[in-house]
Every structure is written in structure tokens, then in C-alpha cells.
């Protein structure tokens, strides 16, 4: 079972009883501290009955900003609604009052325990290969589609812009789905359905039920009994044909065109649209009732843009897939910039394409240059501006955030360094000599950075 990792802050008086109290109660019940919150990602606040809300908040801003998830412990009798809502509103996950007897600890390893869950289902290759993506953004959006494809069999609804990756997170949604003797996952895009045979599609038809029907056949209420039904480009669903899937969700049961006897099914629905459905509403192009069976959970996939620190990867990722390779040839950096910059109306897919295109022109060996580009492909003297003030961007960001927690400069360049190696070591699939090379770094410094990582998560009391 995963181990659940912390880190206890006492924003009262050090070594107050209340603290060790809770301390003393969690490891009992198996949780591993640690120093640092990034390291465990959790931070426990334990927050002193005498200091004031707006100390506490002042204290919680620089977790919030790490995205830390922060549970927050009190017996303060100050703790009204209003402050409770404050609280949430500034980024904190759980308000409990430990006080309020044996169902608080219960109620927190349990939330502990879903969150090492969600954590240790994030970290699967299963996720990791598929979605690529390391962002901040992006791991906030999988965190929550990650929870309700494991832990429930809610309805899902996906919104994005063309290419974001809706379809392959409906396919992890179906295969992380826990249900016993799971069935298909059928996928069905609603752009494509002829109204003529929009009937045969959903629901099948029997032999002799219209001219051409030669064969009974299975529609895809049907083929996704006990899987998954992914509509794509929900939006589209002409009306009568909205009519028709809501009665079938709501009693899960439906007839076969050209028959009289009625079939259960019972299947999970994932749809994707890249349309304001809430609007569509209100044009009267939607149905509301439909909305609502459809849209249990709703989550927004973010564009491309809004997760720029994602592109080199990615990018190495297609190169790997296009290259039938391990490792992803280097690239000159004016090109890496132009990528990570560029604009991308298709979103992923866009950007799949043009590393596609360098792939073909790419003779085989060495780094991958200007001449591998696309002619069309060259930034415009304003791109080019742009691209030189913000190259520098996330590091200041990152740096900003670390001085904001309280790190100081040995701590920040330690931990530049380690990034440094992790990532050479990331890009040069775990082999220590090429990384130590790239890095003009000793190999036994790599494997100690390797073996400090894996430990300090256990060691750090
Ligand atoms: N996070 C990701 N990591 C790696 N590849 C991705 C990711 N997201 C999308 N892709 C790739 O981008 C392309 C588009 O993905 P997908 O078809 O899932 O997008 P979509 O949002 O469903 O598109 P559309 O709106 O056009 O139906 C696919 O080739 C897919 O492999």
C-alpha cells in the first residue's frame, strides 16, 4: 500500500502539546514525515489557538503557491464559517478542528490515504507514457480526472479546444475505471452520425428492420454495456437524437431498431466537446436535463499555451515515437525556444505535426538544426522579441517561489543542481555516463544524486 508522506508545521509556539499530540496519533497510523513539503506535497499546519487568521494566511501563501495540499489542524475557537470559507478560498484543502473527538483522525487518514492514491496512480507509466506532461497545470487537471475515473463511476464531461487530448484522456478514464469484468470502451463522434442511421448506430438493429438491414447488429449502447460510451464533439447531437440517449441513461434500457423487446446496458459515459454547452443551452440547442446526466463531473482540459513548460518533453516524446528510439536526439536550442513559444491553434496535435515534419527532413544522426525546419516555419521579428523576454520566465518564477518558501541561496543552487541531473538524466534515459557527460559532471556524482533521491523521502525524519 502507498506510504502516506507529510510535512507537520507548527505556525504557533515549537513543540506545542497540541502538535506532538497529532504527530504522535499519525504515525501511529502509519504516515512518514518529512522536513520539506515539497517532498511529501502534503503539508499538516497545526495552527495554535492564539494567532490570528490573517498570521496563519500570511504563513500558508508560499505552500499555496508550491502547490502544496495543506490540511489545516485547529482547536482555534475562532474558527467561524466565515473564516473556514476564507480559509478555502486561500487555497487550503481541509479545515478540521481536532476537537471534535476520534471521527477527525479518521477522517484525515482517509483523506491522507485517497491522496497518496491519487499520487501513486499519477506516477504510473500507464499515465506518465500516455499524457505526457509535468506542468503544474497539467498535473492539477489529471490529479481530478485521475479521482473520479478510480474512485467513482460518474458521468465526465471534458471541454477543450481541438487537439488538448480529450480522447486519450477518455481512454485513461475507461482504463483506470475499477469496475469487475469492465467491458469496451467504444468511441462514437457525434459530427459523423448520418440522421438516417443515427438509430442502427446507437442502438442496433434486427435483421429485415429497413432495406440494406441484412445482418442483426449490435449498436453502441450495446457494445459498451459494462465499459465505457465516449461521445466526442457532444455539441452536435442533433436533438431528437439528445432525446433518445437521456432516456436510455436515465433506465438504462433500449430497444434494437425494427424490434419490440427491450435490453439492458449499462455503461459509463465520457463526452468531449469543444463548445460552450452552458450557451447551447440557453439557444435552446442543448437539453438541460441531458446536461446534467451527462456532466456528474466536468473538467476543463487545458490548451497547449496555458501549459507551455510541457512542449520540450512532448517534444522529445514524438521524436522518441517518430524515431523509433530511446533517446531523443538533441536539439539546437533557437529551435527548442521557437517550439516552446510558437503558437498552436491544434494544440497538441499541431505541435505532434510539426515534430513530424522536422522528422522528416532530419537525416538520422547528430543534433537536429535549423535546416531540419520547415521554411514556413520562422518566427516573425515580433515572435522573435517575445521569445528573448520570456526565455528566462519560469526560472525566475521557480526562483521567485523557492526565496518565497524560505529556501535560501546554498538550498536554491543545490536544488537548480539536482533538477539539472535529473533532468540529463531524464532526457538520456537514466544512462549515467551520457548524462554525466552532457552535464561535464563526474558519473559517481550522478549516482549519488540518484541515491540520495531515493532515499531522502524515507530517511528525512
Ligand atoms: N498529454 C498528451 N501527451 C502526449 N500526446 C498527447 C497528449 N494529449 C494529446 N496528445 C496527442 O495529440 C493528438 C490529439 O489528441 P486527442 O485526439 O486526444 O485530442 P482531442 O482533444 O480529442 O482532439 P479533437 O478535439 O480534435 O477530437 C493525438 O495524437 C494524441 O496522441
Given amino acids: ?134 506542468s503544474y497545470t497539467w498535473k492539477r487537471f489529471l490529479r481530478k480526472v485521475i479521482e473520479t475515473a478510480f474512485f467513482t463511476s460518474n458521468s465526465v464531461l471534458l471541454i477543450g479546444e481541438s487537439g488538448t487530448g480529450k480522447e486519450m484522456t477518455a481512454r485513461l478514464i475507461h482504463e483506470l475505471d475499477q469496475r469487475k469484468e469492465k467491458g469496451n470502451l467504444v468511441l462514437m463522434d457525434c459530427t459523423t452520425i448520418v440522421p438516417e442511421l443515427s438509430g442502427s448506430e446507437f442502438y442496433g438493429h434486427e435483421k429485415g428492420a429497413f432495406t440494406n438491414a441484412v445482418y442483426a447488429r449490435d449498436g453502441a449502447f450495446a457494445m459498451a454495456d459494462s465499459g ?128 513530424s515534419q522536422i522528422v522528416m527532413r532530419y537525416a538520422g544522426q547528430g543534433f537536429i538544426t535549423m535546416g531540419d525546419m520547415p521554411e514556413e516555419e520562422c518566427p516573425s521579428p515580433q515572435q522573435l522579441q517575445g521569445f528573448t523576454a520570456s526565455s528566462h520566465n519560469g526560472l525566475h518564477q521557480s526562483i521567485r517561489l523557492a526565496i518565497a518558501s524560505g529556501k535560501d541561496l546554498s538550498r536554491i543552487k543545490n536544488e537548480i543542481a539536482h533538477l539539472a541531473m535529473e533532468i540529463a538524466l531524464e532526457d538520456c534515459g537514466g544512462n549515467l555516463k551520457l548524462a554525466a557527460r552532457k552535464l561535464n559532471v563526474e558519473v559517481r556524482t550522478l549516482q549519488y544524486i540518484r541515491k540520495k533521491n531515493s532515499s531522502e523521502v524515507l530517511n528525512d525524519p
Avoid at 435552446?284 to 497547449?304: H, K, M, Q
Wanted: glycine residues 6%; hydrophobic residues 45%.
Fill in 1 to 134: 500500500m502507498e506510504k502516506t508522506i507529510v510535512c507537520m508545521i507548527d505556525v504557533g509556539e515549537e513543540g506545542s502539546p497540541l502538535f506532538a499530540a497529532i504527530q504522535q496519533k499519525l504515525g501511529d497510523e502509519g504516515v512518514v514525515f518529512v522536513r520539506q513539503p515539497e517532498g511529501a506535497g502534503i503539508a499538516i499546519v497545526v495552527w495554535a489557538d492564539k494567532l490570528a487568521v490573517e498570521t496563519v494566511m500570511d504563513y500558508l501563501q508560499p505552500l499555496v503557491l508550491l502547490d502544496i495540499k495543506i490540511v489545516l489542524l485547529t482547536v482555534n475557537k475562532l474558527l467561524t464559517d466565515v473564516v473556514k470559507w476564507q480559509l478555502k478560498q486561500a487555497g487550503v484543502h481541509e479545515v478540521l478542528e481536532w476537537n471534535k473527538g476520534e471521527e477527525v483522525l479518521l477522517h484525515l487518514t482517509a483523506r491522507l490515504k485517497r491522496w497518496a492514491q491519487v499520487e501513486a496512480l499519477l506516477s504510473l507509466d500507464l499515465v506518465r507514457n500516455n499524457l505526457i506532461g509535468e
Fill in 228 to 355: 465505457t460510451l465516449f461521445l466526442d464533439e457532444l455539441g452536435e447531437l442533433a436533438l431528437p437524437l439528445q432525446a433518445g440517449l437521456l432516456r436510455v441513461i436515465q433506465e438504462g434500457m433500449y430497444k434494437r431498431v425494427g424490434s419490440n423487446t427491450w435490453r439492458k446496458t449499462n455503461f459509463r459515459l465520457v463526452c468531449a466537446t469543444n463548445r460552450n454547452v452552458k450557451e447551447e443551452i440557453v439557444q435552446g440547442n442543448f437539453r438541460e436535463d441531458l446536461y446534467f446526466r451527462v456532466a456528474a463531473s466536468v473538467f476543463i482540459i487545458p490548451p497547449l499555451r496555458n501549459r507551455r513548460e510541457d512542449i520540450p518533453e512532448l517534444v522529445r516524446t514524438f521524436l522518441r515515437q517518430e524515431l523509433n528510439t530511446i533517446v531523443a536526439p538533441e536539439m539546437d536550442g533557437a529551435i527548442m525556444n521557437f517550439l516552446v513559444h510558437r503558437d498552436y491553434p491544434g494544440n497538441i496535435r499541431e505541435l505532434k505535426q510539426l515534430v
